[in-house]
T-cell receptor, first 114, second 110 residues
Framework: NAGVTQTPKFQVLKTGQSMTLQCAQD?????MSWYRQDPGMGLRLIHY???????DQGEVPNGYNVSRSTTEDFPLRLLSAAPSQTSVYFC?????????????FGPGTRLTVT | RKEVEQDPGPFNVPEGATVAFNCTYS??????FFWYRQDCRKEPKLLMS???SGNEDGRFTAQLNRASQYISLLIRDSKLSDSATYLC???????????FGSGTRLQVQP
């Protein structure tokens, strides 16, 4: 199993550009989440999904969209990048109820918006 | 008030020392609790789940106190390789994803 994979590893955007951060998992996990991590602030939840076709907002959803058309994939879209979105983005998955809520993380995408 | 709070540290301890971290959470509906380890802004990796009865894994012991709403992590006989940031995480019934503390940095010195 590859676990949770994220692409790209690094990205530089100009203000106003849009892009999609990719996340995929091959563990057949029900739950998937996106977090951002800024220095000294821990991980903050952006959006999460409890199954294909179901998404919900987390703590800091503004400026981001998600969709979950398959169990495996959970892309994060930045609609119009802003410097405040410069951060490290982590995708995570977990098996879900009846099994475990522990999260397995991808390696992260380091995004810089200039 | 943050949902999950940790002392950011850093905790600087000599090799062989015992060190304890606490983490408090504000949502009494929280139902699952975890400690994660994160190295140099790599992805967090699960260290251990935390149960009401307490649990131990080698040199690491985790405790949960529901009445006071805190979880703790004890590391005995610290090794240089334990140097990292330790994140606590909680999950509540309302939001089926984890809420993390900002992390406690541990530096073990020779």
């Amino acid at each position: 199993n590859a676990g949770v994979t994220q692409t790209p590893k690094f990205q530089v955007l100009k203000t106003g550009q849009s892009m999609t951060l990719q996340c995929a998992q091959d563990m057949n996990h029900e739950y998937m989440s996106w977090y951002r991590q800024d220095p000294g602030m821990g991980l903050r939840l952006i959006h999460y999904s409890v199954g294909a076709g179901i998404t919900d907002q987390g703590e800091v959803p503004n400026g981001y969209n998600v969709s979950r058309s398959t169990t495996e994939d959970f892309p994060l879209r930045l609609l119009s990048a802003a410097p405040s979105q410069t951060s490290v983005y982590f995708c995570a998955s977990s098996p879900g109820p009846g099994i475990s809520y522990e999260q397995y993380f991808g390696p992260g995408t380091r995004l810089t918006v200039t | 008030r943050k949902e999950v709070e940790q002392d950011p540290g850093p905790f600087n301890v000599p090799e062989g020392a015992t060190v304890a971290f606490n983490c408090t959470y504000s949502n009494s509906a929280s139902q699952s609790f975890f400690w994660y380890r994160q190295d140099c802004r790599k992805e967090p990796k699960l260290l251990m789940s935390v149960y009401s009865s307490g649990n131990e894994d080698g040199r690491f012991t985790a405790q949960l106190n529901r009445a006071s709403q805190y979880i703790s992590l004890l590391i005995r006989d610290s090794k240089l390789s334990d140097s990292a940031t330790y994140l606590c995480a909680v999950m509540d019934t309302g939001r089926r994803a984890l809420t993390f503390g900002s992390g406690t940095r541990l530096q073990v010195q020779p």
